[in-house]
């Protein structure tokens, strides 16, 4: 079933599902819907209100797409809570607004079309027909009301419109296409210096006043991350496929079902002989034709072979390579010897190796195998089949067992024959595993779960694996004490200070060249790394983006004069740069195709954009009110 759901999810009705799953319910006031009241508001946006809940949902999405989307690069430290939250609400007032403008604007969707939307969408249908039982599982799963989910539709309906109606209303003017291609493709002709924070760091011997005051304004950076332990249950293909029996007369019953699945591979008896290529190719071809043409008149193929053919390997067997199967030999060579008939002989075949010449002597397989030929995969594919339907059979279970018992996995685990595992400590970096998916990290620090102290809801980790689990034991983060951390503090401050060190004296240098001092001679002087002449587009990695961005930010130097600038890098070095010349992209370079398509693209910014400034003037006139709690001094 979850299968069928999963493939059939698709155009927007489906991604309404995904809205409502990503935008908490309160967002749209399905509170009255559900007839869920007396929660916690945290805004509300001219008398619609906000729930702390929906609010809570809506951070843990945001965090687990930045978790996603940043693999191993994910650093929580760099996404404080509070900042997550607050940015979750914002998003959250503006959809609001922007969905009460399009309402008063006269935008919806009529019941008609919400219910011709429904019943069209391919998730909720089976062999093409509107399935009412199909649409009920599916919002169950999701934990959805029938009338919540109709609303949230309308809704999509009404957005859709107000963003088509600015967005797709935007356009770029022939003049506003060429601007954009001249800075685009603009080209920036520039020569750096670059100062190496490292050759400060010998004479970098910090005392223990700055070490000490390092360590305080950098506490966070050296704490030990709040880290939990999980009781989990796995449901899995792979897992349930291993205990099913497989006698022998369920497999064959099954197999009889599906025999059309097994064909046997065809395979082929050849003899060959081979003419390599001494040094003239047409000789070789030739030598090989006329041997062909002996036996075509009747001479022994295994006695032509034996004195002719330079394969060492068969020559001596009469050119026999016994039964051969697809992928066995070169492209060129099986390629043609599947081609013939039974007792057939190949027109002159070039391989890497020479010339062939090639005799079919019988044809095997190809058609329907029989069971003992294929009873090895037969049995795993018939574990494999009786696995996965019980898997969508206990699937809908495991979610309605570990939603019915939040406190515990011990039913759902006893009822579905599953074994409670568990994990060692991991923190929000991820475990091992299939506890290194973002999606099981999100889940275990979650607010109900990690607080409330719930099972998590079923985690798809994969088409045909699935988990739920709880915390079992939970450390807070805490500040290790400078002595744990004194060789990390010291190394951290001195690359530090070597870094300030080489901002000093490349604003030195910077000075001197403004003064008139060359900057190869500034270079020279100081053993400093000179690139010359770099000729660089905004895309270009050759140059390093620091010095690139600040390369562009400059003003066209004049004539016979540069431009100077310095910049530090993200190594801690300093680079000192004179941009010295700039040319525009061509426009006249465009084809129409080009054209348009980029006309399009700015067309699209710009509709963005228009629909960002809606956002902001409407908010600027609406009746907010922000109720958000002000995070404690541990956050």
Known sequence: MLQAIREKAQGWIAWAIVILITIPFALWGIQEYLGVGGETVVAEVQGSKISEQALDEQTRRTRESLRANLGTAYRAELFPEAMLRRQALDRMIDEQILQQAAADWGMRGSDQMVVEAIRTERAFQTDGRFDTELYRTVLRNNALSEAAYEASVRQSMTMQQLQQGIAGSAFATRAQVDAYQRLVDQQRTLSYAVIPADSFLATINPDETAIDAYYQAHRGQYQLPERVKLDYLLLDVAGLAAQIPADTASVQAWYEQHKDQFVAPEERHLRHILIPVAGDEAVAQAKTQALR????????????????????????????????????????????????????????????????????????????????QVADKAIAAYRKSEAERLFFERAERLAELSYENPDSLEQAAETLGLTIRHSDWMDQAGGEGDLSSPKVVSAAFSDDVLTQGHNSEMLELGPEKLLVLRVAEHQVARARDLAEVRDQVIKALRVEQAAAAARQAGEAALAEARAGTPLQALAATNGWQLHADVVTGRDQSEVPAAVREQAFMLPRPGTGTAQLAGTALASGDYAVLALSSVTDGDPGKLDDTGRKLLASRLASLHGRMDLGGLSVALRDRADVSIMLKAPSSGE
């Not at 070169?330 to 599947?338: H, N, S």
């Not at 057939?344 to 095997?364: C, D, M, Y």
């Open 293 to 372: 043409d002996q036996l075509l008149a009747g001479a022994d193929f295994a006695g032509l072979a034996k004195a002719e053919s330079a394969d060492p390997g068969s020559a001596p067997e009469g050119g026999d390579l016994g039964w051969v199967s697809s992928g066995m030999m070169v492209e060129d060579f099986e390629k043609a010897a599947f081609a013939l008939d039974d007792g057939a002989i190949s027109e002159p075949v070039k391989t890497p190796f020479g010339f062939h010449l090639i005799q079919v002597q019988g044809i095997r397989g190809g058609g329907d195998a029989s069971f003992d």
